[in-house]
């Protein structure tokens, strides 16, 4: 049991890998859209361009999203509209009249004026009750039919403007006694009826839903069918009308049958076989040509973490509306991915990335082409993304490449431009204004992975930063040696084509360790006293190795990242401190080189192999009299030669035509530091 926790424990690294690989396919898997994918290709107006499709069984026709809402609309349109009638008002307002009537019109009027008066009056209540009293008012069309309910029984049908307004009950009475030349009484009847008259039509809101559900479940979806064998569209016929109906019908038909209970494993099983595969070429990629990346988990999940969001915000949009599907701003995973880490690295998962959404996305032969050759250029030109300039052409030029692409294939399909949707160009011109949202996306990263990009590393370079003012206050002598060795290490990384900010930034920061005891360092010597004389050699190179530990706490106490504290970890690998060494073995030849060595480790990469040879070379040319081209090409050679036979670039991935080039780099900075004349011969 305990050698098999052991060898989980030297495993974990893989096993989580192993963890991350399963979960990122299963999650990508569950992303995709849950259905089966029609194998050809179409879109309305533009050319058929596979063989000639028959129809591979029989199939109903179904009817356009158009047709079908006209229907909708129609019969929505036309429905009747269902009003309750209240029958007790009518009976209650007819025995107020009478009562009320007595009082409102006086006595001394004749009986035969009273009887026309009260005959008109009921005459006025029949014909405003004729079809009811809205008691509120709806927004309905006037032709719009109407069934009148009386205890859930059709009373009546009529139109919705003949059904009386509260508001217009005035009006009514006002028109109807000017009819029967009663113009003196209209303001006692208008008082009467004012106090005597209620609404008695009410709109049944459920019954009217529920009778026009039923009208629209009468409509049918589907218009004639196909027969099996059927020649559907020919080879290069223009898919529209209903040759496009045809075709919509038959993919629905055919991705209803294939994505059914019976083989929804299957599929769901190619599917992930198909997304692992991708991931696995991804994984062996890194194992292959970028193993520190690989070893690193951090890196590795932030590659994964990128791919299934650019994977997850599209089928967003082809779940939504595959019509935006180019406004998704896909070339910004490789733009992150060559900010961490490399060109090549980025180009690799987006292509991986590209063949993942082509399985997904309409028109994918045209969608991948796009997004890889975007992918390319994005490549190509995005250099120095610090530079805010540099960021806003490469867009640009991202964006140019997809409306010329675009705009060719539409000229392939269609043979014309008359039919061209400009709308879409728009869509381009978003996606390119949603990729510079790639600045604060890296910064975002950055701090949630402890990631380093090119922009931080700017911002670190500033020597007005806290930390390295304070080293210029302290050290001012190791400060000024820090300058100058980040001048030979910049020159020097761009001669090779290393990460040359990543290298000045860690020159800059190589030696903050000796803060802790600037005195017993040369270069901040300025009183002539040296405090080495009263110490042992090996107290002295115990307190001279121990500015690496320093550095590195003093780095991690200001948040200085991993990648900037290699340099400081590494930049004397596992030299000797020779001067030391040389002066306790005048004292006991026996003594053990080991007590006068660097803790380590090696330099492990590019930077960080030139930062030991800058960093000793300028601090060993101090120590030259005279200096000449040829005294100054030999102490580089020297040097750097010494180095190699220590081994301490044993773990770099530097070679020795690189190493060349720098002992050049450093031979011509030093001659121009040391201002030499060239040497005429006498």
Not at 106 to 115: A, G, R, Y
Not at 332 to 354: E, N, Q, S, W
Not at 415 to 444: K, N
Request: glycine share 4%; net charge neutral; hydrophobic share 40%.
């Amino acid at each position: 049991m305990k050698d098999f926790i052991n060898k989980l424990y030297r495993n974990h690294a893989l096993i989580y890998k192993a963890l991350l690989f399963v979960c990122t396919t299963f999650l990508i898997v569950y992303l995709f859209p849950k259905s089966g994918k029609f194998k050809y290709s179409f879109e309305k107006g533009k050319p058929w361009q596979s063989e000639n499709l028959y129809a591979p069984f029989n199939f109903a026709i179904k009817k356009a999203e158009d047709e079908l809402n006209k229907e909708t609309s129609k019969i929505e349109n036309e429905s009747h509209l269902y009003f309750d009638m209240d029958e007790s008002v009518i009976k209650s307002v007819t025995r107020t009249y009478e009562d009320e009537f007595l009082r409102t019109f006086p006595d001394s009027l004749s009986q035969n004026t009273l009887n026309t008066l009260k005959t008109a009056g009921k005459a006025t209540l029949e014909a405003l009750y004729s079809f009811g009293i809205l008691s509120d008012n709806y927004a309905f069309e006037a032709d719009r039919i109407v069934e009148i309910l009386s205890g859930n029984v059709k009373k009546t049908t009529t139109v919705y403007g003949k059904l009386i307004h509260q508001d217009e009950v005035k009006s009514f009475i006002t028109k109807r006694l000017q009819n029967e030349g009663l113009n003196a009484y209209i303001p006692r009847f208008t008082s009467l009826f004012f106090d005597i008259v209620e609404p008695n039509l009410s709109f049944n809101k459920s019954f009217t839903q529920k009778v026009l559900q039923n009208e629209l479940n009468t409509i049918s979806y589907t218009r004639g069918s196909v027969e099996r064998g059927t020649l559907l569209i020919s080879k290069g016929e223009v898919v529209e009308g209903d040759k496009f109906q045809k075709l919509k019908s038959l993919q629905s038909e055919y991705e209803s049958q294939v994505w059914n209970d019976a083989n929804y494993s299957w599929i769901l099983f190619a599917y992930t076989l198909l997304v692992a595969l991708a991931l696995l070429m991804l994984l062996l990629f890194l194992r292959k040509y970028r193993v520190e990346v690989f070893e690193n988990n951090t890196k590795v999940t932030f590659i994964f973490f990128n791919i299934l969001l650019m994977v997850f915000i599209t089928t967003l949009v082809v779940n939504y509306n595959s019509k935006y599907l180019y406004v998704v701003p896909l070339c910004v995973l490789p733009l992150v991915l060559k900010a961490f880490f490399d060109a090549r690295l980025g180009m690799f998962t987006h292509v991986i990335t590209v063949l993942l959404l082509g399985s997904i996305v309409p028109n994918s032969y045209e969608y991948m082409f796009l997004q890889i050759l975007a992918g390319i250029v994005t490549i190509l030109t995005v250099s120095e993304l610090y530079k805010r300039a540099n960021l806003f052409i490469s867009v640009g030029q991202i964006t140019l490449i997809y409306i010329i692409a675009y705009f060719a294939f539409f000229v392939i399909h269609e043979g014309s431009i008359e039919t061209i949707d400009w709308s879409t160009f728009l869509l381009f011109i978003l996606c390119g204004l949603a990729t510079l949202f790639v600045q604060p996306l890296i910064y975002v990263y950055e701090k949630l992975f402890g990631l380093v990009s090119d922009v931080s590393l700017l911002e670190l370079s500033d020597t007005n930063t806290k930390l390295l003012k304070e080293l210029s206050n302290v050290s001012p002598g190791t400060f000024h040696h820090s300058l100058n060795v980040a001048n030979l290490a910049e020159a020097s990384a761009n001669e090779i084509g290393a990460n040359a900010m990543l290298v000045r930034v860690g020159a800059l920061y190589h030696d903050i360790g000796k803060m802790m005891t600037p005195n017993y360092f040369t270069e901040n010597q300025s009183t002539g006293i040296n405090p080495h004389d009263e110490l042992s050699s090996k107290e002295s190179v115990r307190i001279i190795t121990d500015h690496v530990i320093h550095g590195i706490e003093i780095a991690k106490k200001n948040n200085l990242p991993d990648r900037v504290i290699d340099f400081i970890r590494t930049h004397h690998g596992t030299s000797v401190v020779y001067y030391f060494y040389r002066k306790a073995k005048e004292l006991d030849k026996e003594i053990d080189a080991d007590l006068f060595r660097y803790p380590g480790p090696k330099p492990f990469s590019k930077e960080t192999s030139i930062l030991m040879m800058c960093d000793s070379v300028e601090a060993a040319s101090k120590s030259l009299k005279n200096p000449t081209s040829t005294k100054i090409d030999a102490f580089v050679e020297n040097i750097i030669n010494k180095q190699i036979e220590e081994e301490q670039f044993l773990n770099a991935n530097i070679t020795f035509k690189e190493i060349e080039s720098i002992k050049k780099v450093l031979k011509h900075k030093l001659a121009n530091i040391y201002h030499l004349r060239i040497e005429y011969p006498e």
